[in-house]
């Protein structure tokens, strides 16, 4: 209307315009106020009907329970968490609900509860059978039930710190442990997700804390926490009631049966026993049945069933135990004898099975020599048909044998040895068993090979002789890396036409300034003797290496 001049008549309508668009604002208010009121209870008597339901699943799962503690204490179990933490949840929620109306009404919690709300019974979910008071809002009674003010701020927070982030995290955290029980492909059906897609009426991106709570009237807040309640136990019933599903409520029923033997070891060393047990499948545990064995058939018939030996069934398992006394393959067959429920006539099921008694026997494998070296760390592997690793025990004649972090062993020996044999027995059911026992043969450490820059004999250009700076002494074609001679001694020796020309006795295995002297020195042709090369071993042992002569080049 700007932009000319208004006569009083065109300003009286536009202001009644005004009036009539705030009264029909004011009416569509209170109508939607009323209908938040209408659902809301809708939801609370929802709630109240849910709950006692929840409780009969509960009474029945303990129930169930109760007649067959084996059978139903792991599901139980998880249904008495489901329940603790359901009744939790609800019990924060309940307490944000009393918070909100306090705050909105500017009181204490005490006083709220004492003018809103009403005590009403309700059944007592951790326990059955008796009823507990939960406080109700009379959300009409609330003069506050139209503002959102304090709602707002309570909920939200200037900074999204407010109450409904704590609530949505919680949220979060029980919806994962219900699908962690009835399965991530029930994500949908379960809700309570905080983490959806969420926009408002502009289509600008809101968090669900945001959606739900922000400049939401006192009496949206309370029906949408009720709403929250019963989608929480609406999945606490989804959760139990997938637990249920896993056991039944009568007894075990069968309709086919055979017979299942599962031994222990289908391979077992002399003077072990063969154990395995014979499971009958869809088996009644309150029904005993009767089991005929007999060794050394392929069937039970009418003509060996005499012979046969009679063993009888515990929660329906059988247990069988045979010595392992003859070496070769074993057979056996049984027949299981048991009534039919339904026209108590004696039926039998046959089964058979076989295994193996091996003699026992040891593999002792060198990993690199078929000897054992004095002195030295010798890798050894130890293993046996049949046994695990971490059974077998090893001893050694002479020395000692140590085990390592990779379940190998090392095997050392000393010096004046000439052989050693290594033993090893197994600790089976209790008991030792030798495994049996290989000798080794026990020979010294073979002596390095002196060497000046690669060579022990030969033509050698001076300047390459003045670089090499030392004897270097080197395990040739010998496994064990780690293992090194240390040179201690030396002499040079050379002709210098026919005087001869010596350096006495060079500690160590580095070219002194005499020897560098000679080297330099040294005409073409004239050869050079390395001598009385001493080295070190390892356990303190010296050995007299090879000479080296060189040539000058």
Known sequence: MAGYKETPRQKMIGMLYLVLTALLALNVSKDILDAFLVVNESMVSTNESFTSKIVSEYARFENQYNMNPAKVEEYWKQAQEVRRRTVELLNYIEDIQLEVVARSERMSKEEALTKFFDMRPTPDRMNPGQTIEKPQVRLADVPSRDKYDEATNFMVGQNKNGKAYELGQKLEDYRAFILGIVGEQYADKIGLNTKGRYTDATGTPQDWQYHNFFHTILAANITIL??????????????????????????????????????????????QNYEAEVLVAAYDSKTNADVRVLRGVDRITDANIGSAQVVRSQNGVVKLSFPGQNIGPQRYAGIIEMRDPATQEL????????????????????????????????????????????????????????????????????????????????NVDGRSLPLGSFEFRVKQVPSPVAKIADMTDGQIDRNRLLA????????????????????????????????????????????????????????????????????????????????????IN
């Open 226 to 271: 009720n709403k929250i309640m019963t989608e929480i136990k609406n999945a606490e019933f989804d959760a139990i009631n997938r637990l249920y599903a896993n056991i039944s409520e009568k007894d075990f029923k069968f309709d086919n049966i055979s017979a299942k033997v599962i031994p222990r070891s289908t391979y077992i060393l002399a003077g």
């Open 347 to 426: 039926v039998r099921y046959p089964f058979s099975a076989d295994y193996i008694v091996a003699p026992p026997s040891l593999t002792v494998a060198p990993l690199k020599m078929n000897i054992l070296y004095a002195g030295l760390k010798n890798p050894i592997s130890l293993s046996s048909p049949g046994i695990p690793a971490e059974q077998i025990v090893p001893s050694i004649s002479v020395g000692k044998i140590t085990k390592k972090a990779d379940g190998t062993f090392d095997a050392e020996v000393p010096v004046t040895a000439r052989t050693a044999t290594i033993s090893a027995v197994a």
């Open 468 to 551: 090499a700076r030392a004897i270097i002494p080197e395990m040739v074609d010998f496994d064990f890396s780690d293992y090194h001679f240390e040179i201690v001694s030396y002499e040079l020796t050379t002709y210098r036409g026919n005087e001869l020309q010596r350096t006495g006795t060079i500690r160590g295995n580095v070219f002194t300034e005499p020897v560098l002297n000679i080297i330099r020195n040294a005409a073409r042709g004239q050869r050079l003797y390395f001598e009385r090369i001493q080295a070190k071993s390892p356990d303190g042992g010296m050995r007299t290496l090879n000479p080296i002569n060189l040539e």
